[in-house]
């Protein structure tokens, strides 16, 4: 089967590549490559190429950059995704799209169903947003996948970051919100639910996919240095303060509760894995690395 990825060089794109199906052949294409705000370049590069499937994981990420310039998030995230589905859908092939937690509002106390208000309250969740209603109009067979706290052995992500402070050797405590719930993703494992769905031929809408456990990123924090600590005995842990969401220097507002529900993609046999599983196979990868 033919399929045209997007965002090629991100966490989930790479992750991608490296578990793709043999029965795939895999056009992997970076924003250096293939510029999803150039219409012109979408339709003749999908022309070219007709593909079966298109992987949309390109997306401009940065939440708090977003805040200021939103017009960078939305022509990425909402007139770039709604270029490629029109593109896909005139070529006819199938389009899975990732989207974010960030689309919600966070004030919940319960995981947020697919089928639960979107009110973002950031400039990035709002661009997530407006793109997600956009490809499934252009594309009413899309499959969109959001997900949430995504880290992995690629790119920056919070578990490289903390490993990254935590190497400096600073005697102050590392500061981490302990008023925002998530649950970490590894892209390894959100690449193998975005190849069930694309593989799914009945799959279509909207469905959440994350880690199977729900914790603040204060004590996701802890969980890293603690893994780390086990499998290289002699690594320090770092002293870690617990703040509020005020006292964090960002420019963009968060959710407090970013816990997803994953009844649909579950219902279709995809595995939820615990984090301390997924967090140690990245470790394993990352510590050798010498990356952070």
């Known amino acids: 089967m033919k399929v045209l990825l997007t965002g090629a060089d991100g966490q989930l794109g790479r992750s991608l590549q490296a578990r793709r199906p043999p029965h795939w052949s895999l056009h992997a294409m970076t924003h250096a490559q293939l510029d999803i705000t150039d ?6 590069a999908i022309g070219v190429l007709q593909p079966a499937l298109v992987i949309n994981a390109a997306a401009y990420t940065a939440v708090d950059e977003a805040e200021r310039h939103p017009e960078l998030a939305y022509a990425v995230n909402h007139r770039g995704a709604a270029h490629l589905a029109q593109a896909a859908c005139a070529a006819g092939a199938r389009l899975v799209h990732l989207s974010t937690d960030y689309v919600f509002d966070g004030s ?3 995981p947020y169903e697919e089928g639960d208000e979107a009110r973002p309250i950031n400039v990035y969740g709002a661009s997530k947003r407006s793109g997600e209603l956009a490809v499934l109009q252009a594309h009413p ?9 995504v880290y992995s052995e690629y790119g920056r992500n919070f ?18 919100v302990n008023d925002q719930r998530c649950c970490p993703t590894y892209a390894g494992d959100l690449a193998l639910a975005v190849i069930a ?6 799959c279509q809408g909207i469905y959440h996919y994350c880690g199977a456990t729900a914790l603040s990123w204060h004590a996701f924090a802890q969980l890293i240095f603690l893994t780390a600590h ?7 842990i770092p002293p870690l303060q617990a703040i509020a969401s005020r006292d964090y220097p960002g420019a963009a507002a968060r959710p407090a509760n970013s816990v997803l529900a994953c009844g649909r993609i579950e219902a279709l046999g995809v595995r939820r894995p615990e984090l301390p599983a997924s967090l140690t196979a990245a ?10």
């Not at 067979?141 to 706290?149: A, K």
């Not at 578990?159 to 600073?170: D, E, I, P």
């Not at 769905?197 to 009945?202: D, P, T």
């Open 159 to 176: 578990v490289k970051t903390m490993l990254l402070l935590a190497s400096r050797g600073n005697a102050e405590p590392l500061r981490v």
């Open 39 to 44: 219409q012109a370049a979408l339709a003749a």
């Open 108 to 110: 919940a106390d319960r």
């Open 283 to 292: 470790l394993r990868v990352i510590i050798p690395s010498g990356c952070c």
């Open 197 to 202: 769905l694309a593989e799914g031929h009945g």
């Open 230 to 236: 086990q499998l290289v005995p002699g690594m320090p």
């Open 141 to 149: 067979g899309t499959c969109v996948l959001r997900t949430s706290g």
